[in-house]
């Protein structure tokens, strides 16, 4: 242009957020995790001259709020980058419950009452839906929400569930256009009819805390108590062993784009295929 060579950049920061080409966020997700292990190790060299109240007011600050910053964006993510997320918040926990750093993460989680980064990720997910749907503000995300209207007058009818497109590609289903409408749907009925924001934020957070997560070879499965609309892998759970299925009306939740087992090949089964695992092969966490 007028003579000089303009270079061209793979990213984009906006407002914090680093965008790549594909929209993966593996660049923002690095500066994440770079940013949220420096704070981690100042908090750990000073941790004997703080109280565990001090400690987690001081994480939740300076690692839990880089955590939830635009989290939203972050649904549907590799599970790769959401892994990396969740293994920065594990290493937070046990500074602040100055524990050994090969305890299990799970259970500082509940004493201290953090969610986990998926479980974040849909919570600030939800709460951007029922404002947008209720308030209609933004006016750039609340376009995207339409109420659903039913053909019968069954129980869900009375709910004020949305209108869930059907897109053509795995890389829409990013969008908030399904994400948003997929993740209200799928909430019980006393929190979609909760009339309170503070109320709403509350039987929330303890609906997502009594979520189980399912790791599969590093891959999350988060169980849901109500029934979610979708066309993918699910698991089950009987007595003995957890079973994958490829089910329409489940009682389950698929996080990740992709599920890969060694007995299933590099695909998601077909329909009406499963597999039966032991509970040992299937209960992984990021440490």
């Known amino acids: ?35 949220c292990n420096y704070h981690t190790r100042a908090i750990r060299h000073i941790r004997h001259l703080l109280t565990q109240s001090a400690a ?61 980064v998926r479980q974040r990720i849909l919570f600030k997910t939800a709460v951007l839906t029922r404002k947008a749907h209720t308030t209609g503000t933004p006016t750039y995300l609340s376009q995207h929400l339409h109420q659903s209207t039913a053909t019968y007058s069954t129980r869900s009818s009375l709910l004020p569930l949305l209108t869930v497109p059907n897109p053509s590609t795995v890389f829409a289903r990013r969008a908030f256009n399904y994400t948003a409408p997929t993740t209200w749907n799928s909430l019980p009925a006393d929190i979609l009819t909760c009339d309170s924001e503070s109320g709403f934020k509350r039987l929330l957070k303890t ?65 009406g295929k499963s597999i039966c695992l032991p509970p040992e092969q299937c209960c992984r966490y990021p440490t």
Do not use: E
């Not at 007028?2 to 660049?27: E, I, M, N, Y």
């Not at 549907?76 to 594990?90: F, P």
């Not at 993918?232 to 599920?259: E, G, I, W």
């Open 1 to 35: 242009m007028a003579g000089a060579s303009l270079s061209t950049s793979t990213t984009l920061k906006s407002l914090g957020v680093v965008l790549d080409q594909r929209l993966t966020f593996h660049d923002y997700v690095t500066n994440v995790v770079k940013s």
């Open 56 to 116: 987690q007011t001081l994480a939740c600050s300076l690692v839990n709020s880089r955590l939830d910053y635009c989290n939203s964006l972050l649904l549907g993510a590799s599970a790769m980058s959401l892994n990396r997320l969740q293994r920065v918040q594990n290493i937070a926990a046990r500074v602040v419950m100055d524990a050994h750093r090969r305890t299990d993460a799970k259970p500082l989680h509940r004493q201290l009452h953090w969610l986990p």
């Open 207 to 271: 609906h997502l805390f009594s979520q189980p997560s399912i790791y599969i070879d590093g891959w999350l499965y988060a169980m849901s108590m109500t029934s979610v609309v979708c066309n993918v892998p699910v698991l089950s759970q009987n007595d003995s062993t957890f079973c994958l299925h490829d089910m329409k009306m489940t009682s389950l939740r698929y996080l990740d784009a992709k599920f890969h087992h060694p007995s299933l090949g590099a695909s998601p089964p077909n329909r």
